[in-house]
């Protein structure tokens, strides 16, 4: 008997689309009747509860890229892409910061303990659909790499809440724990050190997911995830475990975080492990003709551990940053069967537990600088690489096979000027490269992608 992947998964385009976000911000804004303003900061905040939200729209070209998918959160390919293979110029979404809609709340408890919480829904403002990175996979099911629109795995699986969602206890004194679905340290970190603060357009390690992943893009956020953080005087810590065992995340998961701030110097280091993390990917012709679901998707299952180390410092109008990570990718030491209902409910066919009998290596660097003409304009620029080892067996260093060792290079430069707390406007580029193994089954190796965008956040 045939399975297919459940109806909310890929029901209809309704629940996949920003809908339930409208229906949401409708209820908190009835809530508050005669709109409560928090006095301190301008925000959307009633009985503690408060409303917030990112629209980040803009148009972009890139000389080898992919059509725009209504679907996967990053709209384009702003990354050298396998699939990219024409020019293109289109409207472009998020390329600063995730579209999304949110609730967060906060209320004393007792004194000096607040309760807190935080749901967050991603979304693609340009098709007005929930961020879902898996759907774009489907839609890519069986369809020639020439003829592919933009797909790539990522954490927001159309989800109703596919950012965060947690409930937790906050104290001065003995830190903050949170329970539900976390951001992981490792994303953490990358959101603080990354020079272009996570940008899908202008960051290798914002659009690609697979250092704040430790390897694996879905498990920047983990569902069913304990996370506590700690801070005194110049030091802080986080501690975060996933218990696993659950549909959309079959292996258990842990990470370690320490770091300081002192006079402009931030430090921050990390270790993740997480064992049967998912890569997912399209079907191809080839595999959907055996017979499998034609809305399935196929995945490589490895336990992956990963440690980092960035670091910046700031001075006057200038701020330097850059990090390092190694991620080592090996088979599963409790491999998984198929088939198998994932992320999002989407339904995994073709699982190969195999991909690593020679453990696969990658290590990321980056390094950039912000320089501010005023406290409402700057200009950024960063650079961004990636080192793969050959774990084919062979010690091939060339494009005959992905498992070949290779490497990846990336270039960019952003301006952004705010006009008001809540509004700004940026322009900028990303080139990018890739070489050897990691070029491999490319249509083309390099992609040049500049963009002008508007974002409004409330």
């Known amino acids: 008997m045939k399975h297919s992947v459940n109806s909310f998964a890929i029901g209809g385009a309704a629940r996949r689309s ?253 270790y993740a492990h997480k064992k049967d993390a998912i890569a997912a990917s399209s079907l191809s012709a080839a595999q959907l003709a055996t017979g499998v679901p034609q809305d399935s998707l196929a995945a490589t299952i490895s336990d992956n551990t990963a440690w980092n180390l960035a670091a910046s410092y700031t001075t006057g109008p200038f701020k330097f940053s850059g990090g390092y990570e190694h991620i080592r990718f090996k088979n599963p030491s409790l491999p998984i069967s198929s088939p198998f209902s994932g992320l999002g409910g989407y339904y995994f066919s073709i699982i190969n537990n195999s991909a690593y009998t020679h453990p696969r290596v990658t290590q990321v660097s980056w390094l950039g600088a912000r320089y501010a003409f005023s406290p409402n304009w700057d200009i950024t620029g960063a650079w961004y690489h990636y080192d793969q080892n050959s774990y084919k067996g062979n010690g091939c260093h060339d494009t005959s096979a992905g498992s070949c060792s290779g490497s990846l290079d990336a270039y960019s430069v952003m301006t952004d000027y705010r006009f008001t707390k809540r509004l700004d406007v940026y322009a900028g580029a990303m080139y990018s490269r890739v070489a050897d193994g990691l070029a491999s089954g490319y249509l083309h190796t390099n992609n040049f992608s500049p963009m002008v965008g508007v974002r409004f956040k409330f």
């Open 18 to 270: 920003a809908l339930p976000a409208a229906i949401l911000a409708g209820i908190a804004l009835g809530g508050f009747g005669t709109v409560a303003v928090a006095a301190d900061d301008g925000s959307l905040t009633w009985n503690g509860i408060t409303l917030y939200g990112v629209v980040d729209i803009g148009i972009a070209y890139q000389s080898h890229g992919a059509p725009l998918s209504q679907d996967f959160y990053t709209g384009l390919d702003y990354l050298v892409s396998k699939n990219g293979n024409k020019s293109i110029t289109s409207f472009a979404p998020s390329g600063l910061s995730q579209s999304k809609i949110g609730l967060q709340g906060k209320e004393e408890l007792v004194e000096g303990v607040n309760g807190i919480f935080n749901v967050e829904m991603g979304f693609n403002p340009t098709s007005g659909k929930l961020a879902d990175a898996l759907g774009s996979l489907v839609h890519n099911n069986g369809v020639p790499l020439a003829n592919q629109t933009t797909a790539s795995d990522g954490s927001r699986a159309g989800q109703l809440f596919n950012g965060v969602a947690y409930l937790g206890l906050q104290s001065k004194d003995w830190g903050t724990i949170t329970f539900g679905r976390n951001n992981t340290l490792l994303l953490d970190t990358i959101n603080k050190y990354d020079p272009m603060g996570g940008s899908y357009a202008f960051s290798v390690i914002g659009y690609s997911g697979l250092t704040a992943g430790g390897g694996n893009t879905e498990n920047t956020r983990l569902d069913d995830s304990i996370k506590y953080t700690y801070k005194y005087d110049l030091f802080h810590a986080g501690l975060l475990y996933q218990f696993g065992k659950s549909d959309s995340s079959p292996g258990e998961a842990w990470q370690l975080n320490g770091g300081f701030d002192y006079a402009g110097f931030s430090v921050d280091a990390n």
